[in-house]
């Protein structure tokens, strides 16, 4: 699947699933914009991409501060005269059971998981009404499902499909998309730092016996992104071998 001349944000790609989902993209022709809160992460992966032949340009900018999200689409427009794609995947976690989870543990996740979702949407969708186009692929989680010691999490990740599904009602005559990804466990960081046993154990509450990939989430995002997928709106896709088949097991 070919997607050339059109031109994607992918918020958080300096890392994990964001960064596979900016190199899947970039592999099908399409124009990526890095975001990240960190230089060097943007350096790296917009360097990686050029070096493959892809075009893309990095953008520091915190998701949830209004006046920089507006600065990053306007430097996005002034570049490339357009935005087609957004994949909000920025996102963080600060998981601790309610007794311990403070007032600044629940802001920090529902600021960055939430609310940067809604600005980027916000200010992305009033470019993509003035070409009647658009395609929005929300990041949530299968812990949107519920999970111990993730309250500020799973809620977070549960607004995400909420607002995704009201967006899709809100901007389907404007030809804008907007759907959304609820990946299982993914192959980051945040999962070789575990405990072999913890490990042990995650694989094998697996329906597939297997963990996913950023490529995986990439996959489907590239699906939701394309122009063969316009009549797809509001949906949420599990991305998780199988897991959410049965809600709470391990
Ligand atoms: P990751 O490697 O930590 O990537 C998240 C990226 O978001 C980081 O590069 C981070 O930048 C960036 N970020 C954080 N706050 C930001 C902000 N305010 N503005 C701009 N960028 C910000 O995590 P990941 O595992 O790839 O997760 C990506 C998405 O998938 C998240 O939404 C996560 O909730 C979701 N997800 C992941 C899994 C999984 O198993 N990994 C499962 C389900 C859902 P810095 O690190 O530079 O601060």
Partial sequence: ???????????????????????????????????????????????EIKADGGTATGIRADVTKLDEVEAMYAS??????????????????????????????????????LKGVFLNCKVASEYMRERNYGRIINISSRAWLGWPGQANYAASKGGVISLTRTLALELGKKGITVNCIAPGIIETALWHSLPEDAKARLLKAQPTGK??????????????????????TGQTMFVCGGKSLFANLG
């Fill in 1 to 47: 699947m070919r997607f050339d001349q059109r031109v994607a944000m992918i918020t958080g790609s300096g890392s994990g699933i964001g960064e596979g989902i900016a190199k899947t993209l970039s592999a099908a022709g399409v124009k990526v914009v890095i975001n990240d809160l960190d230089d060097q992460k943007i350096e790296r992966v917009v360097g």
């Fill in 76 to 113: 996005i427009v002034r570049e490339f005269g357009q935005i087609d794609i957004l994949v909000n995947n920025a996102g963080i976690a600060r998981d601790k059971s309610i007794r311990k989870m403070s007032e600044a543990d629940w802001d920090a996740v529902i600021d960055v998981n």
């Fill in 211 to 232: 963990i996913g990939s950023p490529k995986d989430i990439a996959n489907a995002a590239a699906f939701f992104a394309a122009d063969a997928a316009g009549y797809i």
